[in-house]
Nanobody
Framework: QVQLVESGGGLVQAGGSLGLSCAAS????????MGWYRQAPGKQRELVAS???????NYADSVKGRFTLSRDNAKNTVYLQMNSLKPDDTGVYFC??????????????WGQGTLVTVSS
């Protein structure tokens, strides 16, 4: 069974930085894409950033220029560096993986979520 193990997050003042990491563990064939979503209180879950297997990156407009997503394919891990954080960045951040379990079985996997709180 594939699991996504998240680390990082916490409390930071506005203007500060935090880093998140997410590692895929378990038996899998390959990873199509990994990324991060977030959910603020009372709001829907939204995409923050994603990185497919070709290494290109997609960012929400609200985080462009402040967040950087990178991927280590050898470790099946993605890293989200968040700079110039704003109170609006507060929320639970969920790692997401689009994973080939075998050559024929495709699955979407979610991490348990990690809380990021940005104080003003």
């Amino acid at each position: 069974q594939v699991q996504l193990v998240e680390s990082g997050g916490g409390l930071v003042q506005a203007g500060g930085s935090l880093g998140l990491s997410c590692a895929a563990s378990g038996s899998l064939f390959s990873i199509e894409s990994m990324g991060w979503y977030r959910q603020a209180p009372g709001k829907q879950r939204e995409l923050v950033a994603s990185i497919p297997s070709d290494g290109s990156t997609n960012y929400a407009d609200s985080v462009k220029g402040r967040f950087t997503l990178s991927r280590d394919n050898a470790k099946n891990t993605v890293y989200l560096q968040m700079n110039s954080l704003k109170p609006d960045d507060t929320g639970v951040y969920f790692c997401n993986g689009q994973v080939w379990i075998t050559k024929w079985e495709y699955r979407e996997v979610w991490g348990q979520g990690t809380l990021v709180t940005v104080s003003s």
